[in-house]
């Protein structure tokens, strides 16, 4: 049976369903580094409102629900990484696997700490790390591509749309903000492990982050990873397949960064972080087409205001 693919993001409210009304206008705990009698600076995600919330499925039958706020047009951020993944698996195989790994972190994503205990070697190609690397990978392997990301072509042709919009604020934030990022770059080129011009991949995995888009097109986009029947007699096909099944695997166990076991053990489907406010995952619907082939679905559900901020 075909797995399927759902795309979900949710507000850093809904995320947290024990926090009680009453709680919710309290500071964060106190760190044990923080002095007594301070208070923790509260992150963008933290301060950001709940925004208007809508949802998308969308069958392989081509059939496409919606409802609440599903044409509001908000960043993939982080989600634009499993898509990134499939392509660097489509032009270079498992090789990919030499320039990272595929085990979880138990660190957070944006962590620099790992790389010094894998000499430069990402443990997975969804903290930050590793999507640099498989950028890289791209930018290498890609140089047709130039300002046009193959990420940006690939949701282009699965949701049917002849251009792609990036959102600007991203855009500006990542490039003047992105110094861990760089840092991480220059850990893993010290190490041999970044072969593209830093600058070329930043701005490729920048762009990637900024594509913007609204439940509708997220729940398109991420349809065509539910292609997981293996089909020897095609091998074209079949190799389709188990690449997909290879992005699907690694969903379930690093899609979460370092909340990836906790996750899992909530869910019977594979998840896909996105950032706090944002996560995929794949799982098979059980029902059938009057053909009797499996229908999968791929579900998109936002809130744009906390999807803005990572």
Same mark, same amino acid.
């Given at each position: 049976?075909?797995?399927?693919?759902?795309?979900?993001?949710?507000?850093?409210?809904?995320?947290?369903?024990?926090?009680?009304?009453?709680?919710?206008?309290?500071?964060?705990? +106190?760190?044990?580094?923080?002095?007594?009698?301070?208070?923790? +600076?509260?992150?963008?995600?933290?301060?950001?409102?709940?925004?208007?919330?809508?949802?998308?499925?969308?069958?392989?039958?081509?059939?496409?629900?919606?409802?609440?706020?599903?044409?509001?047009?908000?960043?993939?951020?982080? !989600?634009?990484?499993?898509?990134?993944?499939?392509?660097?698996?489509?032009?270079?195989? %498992?090789?990919?696997?030499?320039?990272?790994?595929?085990?979880?972190?138990?660190?957070?994503?944006?962590?620099?700490?790992?790389?010094?205990?894998?000499?430069?070697?990402?443990?997975?190609?969804?903290?930050?790390?590793?999507?640099?690397?498989?950028? %890289?990978?791209?930018?290498?392997?890609?140089?047709?591509?130039?300002?046009?990301?193959?990420?940006?072509?690939? !949701?282009?042709?699965?949701?049917?749309?002849?251009?792609?919009?990036?959102?600007?604020?991203?855009?500006?934030?990542?490039?003047?903000?992105?110094?861990?990022?760089?840092?991480?770059?220059?850990?893993?080129?010290?190490?041999?492990?970044?072969?593209?011009?830093?600058?070329?991949?930043?701005?490729?995995?920048?762009?990637?982050?900024?594509?913007?888009? %609204?439940?509708?097109?997220? /729940?398109?986009?991420?349809?065509?990873?539910?292609?997981?029947?293996?089909?020897?007699?095609?091998?074209?096909?079949?190799?389709?397949?188990? +690449?997909?099944?290879?992005?699907?695997?690694?969903?379930?166990?690093?899609?979460?960064?370092?909340?990836?076991?906790?996750?899992?053990?909530?869910?019977?489907?594979?998840?896909?972080?996105?950032?706090?406010?944002?996560?995929?995952?794949?799982?098979?619907?059980?029902?059938?087409?009057?053909?009797?082939?499996? !229908?999968?679905?791929?579900? /998109?559900?936002?809130?744009?205001?906390?999807?803005?901020?990572?």
């Amino acid at each position: 049976m075909r797995a399927a693919c759902e795309l979900t993001l949710f507000t850093r409210r809904a995320a947290c369903p024990a926090r009680s009304r009453r709680s919710s206008p309290r500071s964060p705990p +106190r760190s044990p580094t923080t002095p007594r009698g301070s208070r923790r +600076r509260r992150t963008a995600q933290e301060e950001a409102a709940p925004g208007p919330i809508g949802i998308a499925v969308a069958l392989t039958t081509g059939t496409l629900l919606t409802a609440g706020a599903a044409t509001t047009a908000f960043p993939i951020q982080s !989600i634009s990484k499993l898509f990134a993944l499939d392509l660097a698996l489509a032009a270079i195989g %498992d090789d990919v696997f030499a320039r990272v790994g595929k085990e979880p972190s138990g660190d957070p994503f944006n962590s620099i700490v790992d790389l010094e205990r894998t000499k430069g070697v990402p443990r997975n190609p969804f903290i930050n790390a590793g999507a640099l690397a498989v950028v %890289d990978i791209l930018v290498e392997h890609r140089p047709e591509d130039g300002d046009d990301p193959a990420v940006a072509r690939l !949701i282009g042709r699965e949701t049917g749309s002849d251009s792609v919009t990036f959102d600007e604020d991203v855009m500006a934030s990542e490039q003047e903000g992105g110094d861990l990022n760089r840092a991480m770059m220059s850990f893993m080129r010290h190490h041999g492990n970044l072969h593209a011009d830093p600058d070329a991949v930043m701005a490729a995995y920048v762009r990637n982050c900024a594509i913007a888009l %609204d439940c509708r097109g997220l /729940a398109k986009a991420g349809a065509y990873l539910a292609a997981t029947r293996r089909t020897p007699d095609d091998p074209e096909a079949d190799a389709v397949a188990k +690449r997909h099944r290879t992005v699907l695997g690694l969903m379930i166990t690093c899609g979460h960064y370092d909340g990836s076991g906790i996750s899992r053990c909530g869910s019977a489907c594979p998840p896909r972080a996105a950032s706090a406010a944002a996560f995929s995952r794949s799982c098979p619907t059980g029902r059938r087409s009057r053909s009797g082939r499996p !229908i999968s679905t791929s579900t /998109a559900t936002a809130s744009s205001a906390s999807a803005r901020s990572r």
